[in-house]
């Protein structure tokens, strides 16, 4: 009898990676977590990862035919790092890889956007998973959450645009169905939320469910950046003011059933997720 392969979690304590993990493990399936401290996860196998430490990559790899992967934080050119593992990976057996992108990010765009491209040549099995902005950047350890809980503040160059926030317990459900279901998705998944809001109505919405008043400040897109450049190197800080620049234009001011379809559930709302974690 074949031992089933495992599945490999890049990114295992981040806030998709840990959430996939968890649904994995709970659904039964063998899991590597992998982070660069191998941090134990309930129900998995701690494995060391390192983008940029190639000696990491073999033992991860090991036993593993499907991979989870989620992009080095912060780089802007990804692909240098990432499409050697990825050869290496399909070398040592890996047969499914799932990609986590983002909606405003399209096939050979910028960043991950060319690893979205590579993906499918590589592997015969792929998704690229392309989610819009977390709910839960409104309350973990984003920007926006500490800048709400400590200022009563959020500060964007989306203006009045709207986004359709997603739940990311939402994205792991997706991503565990694109790892797992017995044919692979084969194409990009667009992966949002229930409703589309700005900047403004989430500030409401935090306000109406906690009772502290939060307020949106609109920033220019050169504001923006450089108060990002505090956090991040200039080049993702531009990157990422310009995402914010492209909401303002209505970029992502969409919904889409993905969620829906693939889980066989509706996604969750915003109101709902705030309810329960703040």
Aim: without cysteine.
């Amino acid at each position: 009898m074949t031992t089933p392969g495992a599945t490999l979690v890049i990114g295992a304590t981040g806030t998709t990676g840990s959430r996939t993990v968890a649904q994995l493990s709970a659904a039964g399936h063998r899991v590597k977590a992998a982070s660069r401290r191998a941090v134990g996860v309930p129900g998995a196998e701690a494995v060391a990862f390192d983008w940029y430490e190639p000696a990491t990559h073999a033992a991860a790899l090991d036993g593993a035919d499907r991979v989870y992967l989620v992009p080095p934080v912060g780089d802007a050119d990804p692909v240098a790092v990432m499409l050697p593992f990825l050869r290496q990976a399909r070398a040592a057996g890996v047969r499914r890889a799932v990609l986590l992108s983002s909606s405003a990010i399209p096939e050979g765009g910028p960043a991950v956007g060319a690893v979205h491209q590579a993906l499918p040549l590589l592997f015969a099995q792929w998704a690229v998973l392309r989610p819009s902005w977390f709910m839960q950047n409104f309350t973990g350890t984003h920007a926006h959450a500490v800048s709400i809980r400590e200022d009563g503040a959020l500060w964007t160059a989306a203006g009045s645009g709207r986004v359709g926030f997603v739940d990311v317990e939402d994205i792991a459900a997706v991503a565990v169905h694109a790892l797992t279901d017995e044919h692979a998705p084969d194409t990009d998944l667009v992966l949002t939320g229930p409703e589309a809001l700005s900047y403004d109505d989430i500030a409401a919405t935090v306000t109406q469910v906690t009772g502290r008043p939060v307020q949106h400040h609109r920033l220019s897109y050169e504001q923006m950046r450089d108060r990002l450049t505090a956090h991040v190197p200039l080049e993702f800080a531009s990157m990422l003011a310009g995402m914010d620049r492209a909401i303002a234009k209505g970029a992502e001011d969409r919904v889409t059933d993905t969620v829906q379809r693939l889980t066989g559930r509706p996604a969750r709302g915003f109101r709902a997720l705030l309810e329960r974690e703040m």
